[in-house]
């Protein structure tokens, strides 16, 4: 089944050959489910290693920035600073725009980019972050340098990527057990990283940087509210978007398995007392 896996996912990316390598990978794509999910991201929830160290005036990349939630925090932020926000989805980066103007920003810029060859002229920017962006990639310590090839000498290179090998919750259904099996699964068939919380601080070191903080922290699902958004947006998750069709591309999982994680996370999502955890791996990088 592995070698198989192995297999498919060569004659995807081989048929994919026109795209990015930073598109090979992303096994979420961008669903409204997912754009949802991501579109509930802020500095406070997602960035919060990063937050003290910002100063008004500061130049900002944001990596893989998604709808623009967090970007549009960090602009905020660094009050009379500059902020870019770069995504490879050209129809995300279009909804980053329309959430900032809806915000009244006008420090804030969004655009297309791939994140192996930034478009960014080097020692451009006083910080480049990137927040769930790494453990997509192929070939994570190759963005790191293009990263470190951006910021200012000094500058910071700030990082938070998702531990999906430690993720925990209950009740214990043995649907999200398939679940987890199927998103690691899917992860290494593809050439990505779906435990980097584990290895970023690794690979900062093998970026080049010479002063590297990891701390971590979690996003916790455990009052009603948080554990019915989160389990409902699985649900639709688990049979439309993207996890879905790599899961039945590559041979991980049957319509049948898809169904059953579906009702999987609505039974969770209804059970009270349902708690779930994903810790993150957090890195401050310098030099």
Sequence with gaps: MATESVIRATKISDSRNERSLMQHAYAHGHHASVVNSHADRTAANSAAHLVPLIQEGMSILDVGCGPGTITADLAQLTGSGRVVGVDYSEAVIVQARERAAARGLTNVSFETGDAY??????????????????????????????????VRPRGIVALREVDYGAVFWYPLLPALDNWLRIMLATGDAL????????????????????????TGSQWTYANEERVRWWGEGWAERALASSFATQALELGLATQSDLMEISEAWLEWSRTPGAFMQLPHGEVIARG
């Excluded at 790494?134 to 340098?145: E, G, N, T």
């Excluded at 050439?191 to 990891?214: I, K, L, N, Y």
């Design 117 to 150: 060859a930034l478009a960014a002229a080097g020692d451009s920017f006083d910080i480049v972050t990137a927040h769930q962006v790494l453990h997509h990639l192929q070939r994570p310590v190759d963005a790191l340098r293009e990263f470190r090839r951006v």
């Design 191 to 214: 050439g990505a990283q779906f435990s980097a919380g584990r290895r970023v601080g690794t690979w900062a070191r093998e970026a080049g940087f010479s002063d590297v903080t990891v």
